[in-house]
């Protein structure tokens, strides 16, 4: 029959297993990920990179909501003279 200092040690030896065990699937799974996932998050990077390059930038953004807010004061005044110009006839 075994001693309770015999079950210690084989307890002992069990984790030991384990953990180590533990520690090499963890290495493989990191190999694993590092493998899989890095290309496609480079791949994910260039194309953020090629929509940002194709992007206009702010500051002509800001030109371009001018420019559309004056071409769209002078749609709705000449809408308007249009208007006075059919009620005239």
Same mark, same amino acid.
């Given at each position: ?7 210690? *040690? ?5 984790? +030991?297993?384990?953990? $180590?065990?533990?520690?090499? @699937?963890?290495?493989?799974? #990191?190999? %694993?990920?590092? *493998? ?5 998050? +480079?791949?994910?990077? $260039?194309?953020?990179?090629? @929509?940002?390059?194709?992007? #206009?930038? %702010? ?12 071409? $769209? ?17």
């Amino acid at each position: 029959m075994l001693e309770e200092k015999d079950l210690q *040690a084989i307890s002992t030896i069990v984790k +030991s297993q384990v953990g $180590e065990a533990r520690d090499e @699937i963890m290495r493989g799974v #990191a190999a %694993l990920m590092e *493998a899989e996932f890095r290309p496609q998050f +480079s791949l994910l990077a $260039e194309g953020q990179q090629t @929509i940002n390059e194709k992007l #206009a930038p %702010l500051d002509d953004l800001e030109v371009l909501e001018t420019r559309v807010s004056a071409l $769209e004061a002078m749609v709705k005044k000449m809408n308007r003279e249009i208007a006075q110009l059919k009620k005239a006839q």
